[in-house]
């Protein structure tokens, strides 16, 4: 049985800026201004669904008992540290290739197009920047972007189920707002479980669960 899911979004617009945005914040860097804003996050469940609204309570709840500094550290060891759960979409679909720069590209057009400006050097793929631009900067088109790289994030989701980590509440805020996961979707994230991203560079680390690399660990 597949671990990835599939579960059908009937929310409507209103509510996936809602879920979007707080799932942007959530997954952003852990630093003073979200944990002010955690009593809002609290509040902006009672707007969602159960799917939506329950992971949003779970990670808010998890976030109001854990010390900042204690967060930020877990935060750069799962996203900063770990390949398999990085949040950068065009990592899954391009790996280090040099297609991965124009993917970056698509990002960068849909941004300018909508006339949303990134500040700061965060990458346009990043899903906490793809999340944030859907709920304020284009629906539409940011969840054409969400769609075209949805077997990323289910890997990402995947990985996180698969270390035990409390983000996983915050992938499944989002994805509890995106359309059903289409089975070609569940396929080439199964695929790049076993196989990792395409590769220009060698030696690098391991990106999928041992037991989907075929060879045990260590």
Known sequence: MSRLGRRPSTTTDAERVIALQAGSMLLGYPDADLYARLPLLTRAATRLPPAAADPLRRMTEHLQSTEQHEAERAYVDQFDLRRRSCLYLTYYAHGDTRKRGMALLRFTHAYKTAGFTLVGDELPDHLSVVCEFTAMGDLAAGLRLLAAHR????????????????????????????????????????????????????????????????????
């Open 151 to 218: 077997a990323g994030l289910e890997l990402i989701r995947l990985a996180l189920a698969d270390s035990g980590s409390p983000y996983v509440d915050a992938l499944d805020l989002v994805r509890a707002v995106l359309p059903e996961l289409a089975a070609r979707d569940q396929e080439r994230a199964l695929e790049l479980a076993r196989t990792g991203p395409p590769e220009e560079e060698v030696g690098l680390e391991p990106f999928a669960p041992p037991e989907y690399m075929g060879a045990a660990r260590r």
